[in-house]
């Protein structure tokens, strides 16, 4: 016979009964009904112990911020995220680095900072070139070849790269 709460029972308890009780208990014990909450929360992602989980782009953020553009444009048609207007969010590693290093934005807006930085000729994508289109872009660091400065040396060849890394592992 399949458990239902006609015929279940829990510490005693006919399932039915604590259910006429209280309808929000059931066949499940107090850790269960808490872990199920949350993963019905869209905010929060649950995974077992020990599993990484794969960067999302705050798409629970960014949803929040297009549905309260929705409801602040009424029936206008304006329901577009901008820089401009400060509606785009930042996301959490966004608010989490010092430095400013990781933006984000929508690169079809010409005037947002990230449509911005991806035209830089520093910009690039790791794979790009099998066709891949990956969502996430890099900008290469620029070093100073001034030769003014003190600490000038003449910029590495590849080669001069990879024997200057290995006199240095030789030598510690």
């Not at 279940?8 to 604590?18: I, M, P, S, V």
């Not at 309260?68 to 207007?85: F, I, T, W």
């Not at 900008?139 to 006199?167: C, G, K, Q, V, W």
Request: charged residues 25%; hydrophobic residues 30%.
């Amino acid at each position: 016979m399949y458990s239902t709460t006609l015929t279940h029972k829990t510490d005693g308890e006919w399932d039915l009964l604590r259910w006429w009780r209280d309808p929000n208990s059931g066949m499940r014990t107090e850790d269960e009904w808490d872990l199920i909450k949350l993963s019905k929360n869209p905010d929060v992602t649950v995974r077992m112990r020990g599993v990484m989980e794969k960067c999302t782009y705050c798409t629970q953020r960014i949803e929040h911020a297009k549905i309260a553009q929705k409801a602040k444009a009424g029936a206008s048609d304006n329901v577009r995220l901008s820089e401009a207007a400060g509606t785009v969010p930042k996301t959490a590693c966004q608010q989490a680095c010092p430095a400013g290093a990781i933006v984000f934005g929508d690169v079809s807006d010409p005037n947002s900072s990230v449509s911005k930085l991806k035209l830089l000729p520093q910009n690039y994508s790791v794979l790009g070139e099998l066709l891949t289109k990956p969502r996430t872009t890099y900008l290469a660091r620029i070093r100073n070849p001034n030769p003014a400065m003190p600490d000038y040396h003449d910029p590495f060849s590849t080669e001069e790269y990879d024997n200057a890394s290995l006199t240095k592992k030789g030598n510690s």
